[in-house]
């Protein structure tokens, strides 16, 4: 079993920065990757960043590459989502996930409550 507790969402203003963080526990070779998502009102589910534990590699979307950086720490067992250069259309629910790469959140299965990103102009 896997467990995901997100921290770090806030109200920031626009054009400033926001880190989230995603601790983890439990049985880690349960998954393979993990990823952070969002859901603003009214919207999909969206990807945002993840990336692959024993390899490091890393995959972005187009419409956060150069604003978001998504790292680990391993000796820490937490995960961090750095977001910069924030615009109000980045005001969702954050979510943090671990399962299998890819896009898609069907290839997750494990995912924190989610952390609320408020972005104001």
């Known amino acids: 079993q896997v467990q995901l507790v997100e921290s770090g969402g806030g109200l920031v203003q626009a054009g400033g920065s926001l880190r989230l963080s995603c601790a983890v526990s439990?049985?880690?070779?349960?998954?393979?990757?993990m990823g952070w998502f969002r859901q603003a009102p009214g919207k999909e589910r969206e990807f945002v960043a993840g990336?692959?534990?024993?390899?490091?590699?890393?995959y972005y979307p187009d419409f956060v590459k150069g604003r978001f950086t998504i790292s680990r720490d391993n000796a820490k067992n937490t995960m961090y989502l750095q977001m910069n250069s924030l615009k109000p259309e980045d005001t969702a629910v954050y979510y943090c996930?671990?399962?299998?790469?890819?896009?898609?959140?069907?290839?997750?299965?494990?995912w924190g409550q989610g952390t609320q990103v408020t972005v104001s102009s």
């Open positions: 996930a671990a399962g299998r790469v890819g896009a898609n959140p069907e290839s997750y299965d494990y």
């Open positions: 439990g049985r880690t070779s349960a998954y393979s990757a």
């Open positions: 990336i692959t534990w024993g390899g490091g590699g890393t």
